[in-house]
């Protein structure tokens, strides 16, 4: 098999009953030249039964890899970025689609723009629709780019233009392989901006105002998590760390949109609270005096959403006090590896 154009990385977690969104919008593909990597993160339902039935019957190579222990999904995407040979490769969560004429658009727009000569490029960035086929999010209150191909870094993106849409970024795989996710012990989501922070210093993205991914609010089956989001604050470490960012690292950007500073500013004080970080120690995590100012600025703001997160009963665990023993996850449990069918070749 000649390596692929296209890797498409799914990372699952006891989603067997929805994961058929990925495949069916896979199978609908009038261009096949791709591979589809699925990474399962322990899960306990009957997903790696359902994934070997479709490697058998599927027109397109499918690789699926599995541990025994839940890690959390940046280090599922840290170990299934490992494995895509495509030339570029995209994440696709285990609750989505593509649309179907998703391929041929990233071939469309790889030709288009050249992006695979340019170096200082790390791939190209597509809209998504939802359930109703509404695209998703806005850029400085429009619902589309101020141009249908825009060069920009992430920071561009995110402060200059307004974007706030939530993206398809098909990279060029050694891109996507440079650097990992940052992760979280206790299987703790860590957001991925810094991991695109760090892009945004030596590359930009070519942002495409065109759609190939359908994104679902639901996974269409009630979940324990869904109960337990009414009284546990949601990733509280990596939240902690993305507001950090924000202020530590990106307060060039302030006078393009000050909403998302002042926000960041209350989360350190409020999830700073919650983990038991005291406000001594929050200041010092804060890198340099712009941070500290606006941290002071939304401090009481922050205290705030903190006391009513505690009337409302929601609360989060204590977090050790040095921020470098909150990662990595552990390392995978008894993993598996099964590759395509031999029918399939393997890529030179």
């Not at 009038?30 to 993160?41: A, H, Q």
């Not at 999904?73 to 593509?98: H, K, P």
């Amino acid at each position: 098999m000649e390596r692929p154009a296209v890797s498409v990385l799914t990372p699952t977690y006891n989603r067997a009953h929805i994961l058929h969104r990925v495949y069916d919008s896979l199978e609908r593909q009038s261009v096949k030249d791709f591979e589809w990597i699925v990474v399962d993160d322990g899960s306990t339902d009957d997903t790696p039964a359902l994934v070997a039935r479709w490697q058998a019957e599927a027109d397109f190579p499918i690789t699926f890899y599995r541990y025994s222990n839940n890690r959390g999904q940046t280090a599922t995407l840290n170990t299934g970025r490992m494995l895509v040979s495509g030339e570029y490769a995209f994440r696709l969560d285990s609750d989505d689609a593509l649309l179907d004429d998703a391929m041929e658009m990233i071939a469309h727009w790889r030709s288009a723009t050249g992006a695979d000569a340019k170096p200082d490029i790390c791939g190209l960035a597509f809209r998504c629709v939802d359930e109703a086929g509404g695209l998703v999010g806005k850029a400085r209150g429009s619902e589309s780019l101020p141009e249908v191909v825009l060069q920009a870094t992430n920071r561009e993106a995110r402060y200059r233009y307004g974007m706030t849409f939530d993206f398809v970024r098909v990279m060029k795989t050694e891109r996507f392989q440079e650097q990992g996710f940052d992760e979280l012990t206790n299987s703790e989501n860590a957001p991925p901006v810094i991991y695109w922070n760090r892009f945004s210093d030596r590359y930009e993205t070519i942002f495409v105002d065109r759609p190939i991914r359908r994104y679902y609010r639901n996974d269409g089956e009630a979940r324990l998590s869904d109960k337990a989001s009414r009284t546990a604050v949601k990733w509280p470490r990596g939240n902690y760390l993305r507001a950090l960012t924000i202020l530590n690292e990106d307060v060039d950007w302030l006078r393009h949109n000050p909403k998302v500073f002042l926000n960041a500013a209350r989360k350190i004080t409020r999830l700073g609270l919650h983990i038991g970080r005291s406000p001594g120690r929050q200041f010092r995590d804060l890198a340099h005096t712009r941070a500290r100012m606006l941290w002071a600025v939304g401090a009481p703001g922050g205290f705030v959403g903190y006391i009513r997160d505690r009337l409302h009963g929601r609360c989060a665990p204590k977090a050790d006090p040095d921020i470098s023993a909150w990662g990595p996850a552990a390392p995978p449990e008894d993993p598996v590896l099964r590759p395509p069918p031999d029918r399939f070749g393997r890529v030179d």
